[in-house]
């Protein structure tokens, strides 16, 4: 260790007292020359863990846990070492010495960094208040119902469409080079177009680091248009698969709660928390990821995964098996609960209220539960070797956990389970019957992208009835899978803009959810790893992929194919909203009764085809 670190942590050791910086966790109570409470690192309920002020370290006697105020630090809040020091020195004024020169200049590079993204920050909440964020600050407090104590909580804002935040940063003296690097404008490729805001005519979101640091931005529409949410790139300073949204807030409250909810989106934790749910997080726009789940662990060992009660959320909730399972380790697991009546937690707090989604944390389902879903799930059990490929298939599974004493007891319930079901061999009668409630909509989703839409009022219905997804031909859809498997950095380019799409070739859909699985497990998978792991499952339908060859025969580089994709994009969607703006026209003139909500949706329509056309010059 540098000589000028140990140094400061023996300075930095003698000048805090361990009693006080465990005491801001723990009750501690004065026995002697020690200080004893309950352990925070275990349930008991009979104080095991003690202080000792005079010698600087805190023991467990029930559970081992033991370490001076440093390592506390670190455990009980979940920080790396030298987050943990630098809060520490903080508390009494100390500046954290420089590792080296390399590591000062980073340092200073990144302190840069977070002082433009929080330019930003300001910008956007300024913008909210101001006369041209009025459809902003509606959609908050009209639609979402936010007080002005948790706008101003989460610093929510407002972008306008206006190039304001280039203006402001150029003034500044920031480069476009690090506005780019921080996702904050979009460079087009066409050189004759200038760099313009990235984030336009939505509503803001900071996504903040455990430091309170703004990393990066979450941008909503206000309206039906897509994509719905449009999120900061990966930067120097953000990483998505790390990161959960919102725990610089709920860290704190989870840890004393020992509780944390982790949901699909930003605005169910904000609704969450202003429901006095302060211990939510979720993660950023793609699925759970095995860096997330660690990080909840690190402030509450079982956390619970909320998803909507659809056949989207049970997939989700399945999906996020594959992630769990493989790092499973002792006393550290997940819960799932499922929301009924197609309601997400914003939706479901305004209209049941806080105490109806407490009956849902007090009813959550262990991951155990899921995963026998999971493998039972619209299986045939008319016949033995249908009962023997479930089973099978259940061992499979469970032979995913690395842990082998944790494997072990997964192996006994499925066991147990198993018998209980299917009536199967003598070796498990002792075993104990669980008590399972389904889960709801236990259906397989045949096709990926296809979305909901919430229901209105019989009016709006009448408006809403019409409004599709543009079906994607399958001339389309082979070429971008084929392009994605040439030039993979492409999946996350458009894995979020073909949500807005139907895609009715069944195969080739299971082909793409497949890729943007792979997707997710290894961002830095090349070509030929790809398309190997897809034969795995999928090698006639790669094999019958003509595109591919063809592709690599033309030599078609990426902005090529960028280009091909946007226009063929664009032109099924523009289809699409003429053939709608049709329909509009046709209510207007068969429901009289209707015509200012359908006129509204007309407008809406013309607005969007507008704003697509413009995104693509």
Request: glycine share 6%.
């Amino acid at each position: 260790m540098n000589d000028d670190l140990q140094k400061f942590l023996e300075e930095l050791r003698s000048r805090i007292s361990i009693a006080d910086v465990v005491g801001n966790k723990v009750k501690l109570t004065k026995r002697g020359r020690e200080y004893l409470g309950l352990c925070p690192f275990h349930n008991e309920k009979t104080p095991s863990f003690t202080v000792n002020e005079s010698k600087g370290f805190y023991h467990c006697f029930g559970c081992g846990a033991h370490g001076d105020i440093v390592k506390f630090e670190m455990d009980a809040n979940g920080l790396p070492f030298i987050e943990a020091v630098k809060k520490l020195a903080d508390k009494v004024g100390m500046q954290l010495p420089a590792l080296s020169k390399e590591s000062q200049e980073q340092t200073l590079k990144r302190k840069s960094l977070y002082e433009i993204m929080d330019i930003a920050c300001t910008f956007f909440e300024k913008c909210l208040r101001m006369p041209t964020g009025a459809q902003g600050l509606a959609y908050f407090k009209e639609k979402r119902g936010l007080s002005d104590d948790t706008i101003k909580k989460f610093r929510l804002g407002y972008a306008p469409n206006n190039n304001g935040l280039k203006a402001l940063l150029a003034s500044k003296g920031v480069s476009e080079q690090d506005m780019a690097d921080l996702g904050l404008i979009a460079v087009p490729e066409d050189k004759n177009r200038k760099p313009h805001d990235f984030f336009r005519e939505r509503v803001m979101i900071p996504i903040m680091d455990k430091q309170k640091n703004v990393i990066a931005f979450g941008g909503r529409i206000m309206d039906n248009s897509q994509p719905k949410y449009l999120n900061s790139p990966e930067t120097p300073i953000f990483n998505k698969r790390r990161i959960l949204y919102n725990m610089n807030n709920a860290r704190e409250a989870a840890y004393s709660a020992k509780r944390l909810i982790i949901c699909e989106g930003y605005m169910d934790v904000i609704a969450l928390d202003s429901f006095n749910f302060n211990y939510a997080a979720a993660p950023l726009g793609t699925a759970l990821t095995e860096e997330q789940v660690l990080e909840a662990w690190r402030v509450c060992n079982i956390p619970t995964l909320c998803f909507d009660g659809d056949g989207a959320g049970i997939k989700a909730a399945i999906r996020s098996i594959d992630r769990i399972l493989p790092i499973l380790k002792a006393g550290y697991s997940v819960n799932y609960i499922f929301l009924k009546e197609k309601k997400d937690p914003d939706e479901l707090l305004h209209s049941l209220g806080a105490q109806a989604f407490e009956q849902y944390l007090q009813k959550a389902r262990p991951l155990v539960d899921i995963l026998w879903h999971k493998c039972k799930m619209n299986k045939n059990t008319d016949t033995p070797e249908q009962k023997a490929l479930i089973e099978k298939e259940t061992f499979e599974e469970v032979a995913k956990i690395k842990d082998k004493q944790i494997r072990s007891y997964y192996e006994q319930e499925m066991k147990k389970r198993i018998y209980y079901t299917f009536g199967k061999g003598s070796i498990y009668k002792n075993a104990q019957p669980t008590n399972e409630t389904p889960l709801p909509a236990e259906q397989n989703e045949k096709k990926i992208f296809t979305g909901r839409r919430k229901k209105q009022t019989p009016a709006a219905e009448a408006v809403y009835h019409f409004v599709k997804k543009p079906p994607l031909t399958d001339l389309v859809i082979r070429s971008i899978v084929a392009a994605m498997l040439l030039y993979p950095e492409l999946i996350e380019k458009y894995e979020e803009r073909l949500s807005a799409f139907e895609i009715s070739n069944s195969r080739i859909a299971k082909v793409l959810t497949e890729i943007l699985e792979i997707y997710q497990e290894n961002e830095h998978l090349d070509t030929e790893n790809l398309l190997e792991r897809l034969k795995l499952n999928f090698a006639e339908e790669i094999g019958d992929l003509w595109e591919i060859n063809m592709y690599r025969s033309q030599k078609s580089t990426l902005p090529g194919l960028k280009s091909e994709i946007d226009n063929g994009l664009l032109e099924i969607q523009l289809k699409q909203i003429d053939i709608e703006l049709k329909e509009c026209t046709t209510l207007m003139s068969n429901q009289p009764e209707n015509s200012a909500e359908i006129y509204s949706r007309y407008q809406q329509l013309v607005k969007e085809r507008n704003n697509l056309i413009l995104a693509q010059e």
